[in-house]
């Protein structure tokens, strides 16, 4: 799986939004973008996921370059519940189960 | 209605003991997985099961040993617990679809003394 760089940490003000970078350069055509967070003492938390197309569910917005070496997760109005440590992984389609690899993510802090 | 969970929550034990995990899923999914985090906040796969069935096994030492009594229970034994074990394990679970995200657990915190 290609790896990804992120950003250590970041800080927003509570109620902007929030873009998180993140660089994988050496993807893979078949190579799915991820994006967990993981709140203090929780387990990771699934936020968003995407090939090429920019997704947007209820949680965030993830814009991927046409070009898919990096990407952009969005909280749009963030909160002080958002602050978390957020992971974006690269992972390829497997026919029983992903094998997801953390890195150390990019830890965020909402500033009230 | 919890759906992947884990216990116990803490456990604190000796150098030597023999210990168990358990991990429950009511999402209905075929996969479960258990992932260790270590001081320094890394999350690695240890193993991955998918309906019973063992699929990854990332080199973790013989004394662990995963065990799926059925698709919604994946268990995790671990004999002559060392320092070293001590770290949060989390439970997962998936739908086998190649790209179906996880559902993990809020983790064991297993310290060793």
């Known amino acids: 799986d290609a790896k990804t760089t992120q950003p250590p940490s970041m800080d927003c003000a509570e109620g902007r939004a929030a873009n998180l970078p993140c660089n994988h350069s050496?993807?893979?055509?078949?190579?799915?973008v991820y994006w967990y967070r993981q709140i203090h003492s929780q387990g990771p938390q699934y936020i968003i996921h995407g090939l090429k197309n920019n997704e947007t569910n209820e949680m965030a917005s993830l814009i991927i370059t046409e070009d898919r070496k990096s990407s952009t997760l969005i909280l749009p109005h963030a909160t002080l519940r958002d602050t978390a440590v957020y992971y974006c992984i690269v992972s390829a389609k497997k026919s029983s189960g992903d094998k997801l690899t953390f890195g150390t993510g990019t830890r965020l802090a909402v500033r009230p | 209605d919890t759906a992947v969970s884990q216990t116990p929550k803490y456990l604190v034990t000796q150098m030597g003991n023999d210990k168990s995990i358990k991990c429950e899923q009511n999402?209905?999914?075929?996969?479960m997985y258990w992932y260790k985090q270590d001081s320094k906040k890394f999350l690695k796969i240890m193993f991955s099961y998918n309906n019973k069935e063992l699929i990854i096994n990332e080199t973790v030492p013989n004394r662990f040993s995963p065990k799926s009594p059925d698709k919604a229970h994946l268990n995790l034994h671990i004999n002559s617990l060392e320092l070293g074990d001590s770290a949060v394990y989390f439970c997962a679970s998936s739908l086998p679809a190649g790209n179906s995200p996880l559902h993990f657990g809020n983790g064991t915190r297993l310290t060793v003394t």
């Open positions: 999402l209905g999914h075929d996969t």
């Open positions: 050496t993807i893979s055509g078949n190579e799915y």
